[in-house]
Nanobody, 116 residues
């Protein structure tokens, strides 16, 4: 079955960095677009943070452009999110996502907390 397992979250001061990882299994990772979403406290899980296609093309939310970098390792079936210059407003649970046959699959998420 499809599994997405996020890791790498934690507590960091504003201006710091974190690297999130998402280990994927149960599907052909290399041919699918992978994405990171986040859910801030009290908000819906609907903010796309970044996505990377099978060909390596990327797109980012305006709020993270220039600070976050998404990448993928097809040999390891893992997608990463490097987060630099973190801000308190980046505080959220970050979820890994893949769409297969029009169905959204999610991991359990990893908490990122940025203190001011």
């Amino acid at each position: 079955q499809v599994q997405l397992v996020e890791s790498g979250g934690g507590l960091v001061q504003a201006g710091g960095s974190l690297r999130l990882s998402c280990a994927a299994s149960g599907f052909r990772f290399s041919i699918n677009t992978m994405a990171w979403y986040r859910q801030a406290p009290g908000k819906q899980r609907n903010e796309l943070v970044a996505a990377v296609t099978s060909g390596g093309s990327t797109n980012y939310a305006d709020s993270v452009k220039g600070r976050f970098t998404i990448s993928r390792d097809n040999a390891e079936n893992t997608v990463y999110l490097q987060m630099n210059s973190l801000k308190p407003e980046d505080t959220a649970v970050y979820y890994c996502n893949v769409i297969l046959n029009k169905y959204n699959y999610w991991g359990l998420g990893t908490q990122v907390t940025v203190s001011s």
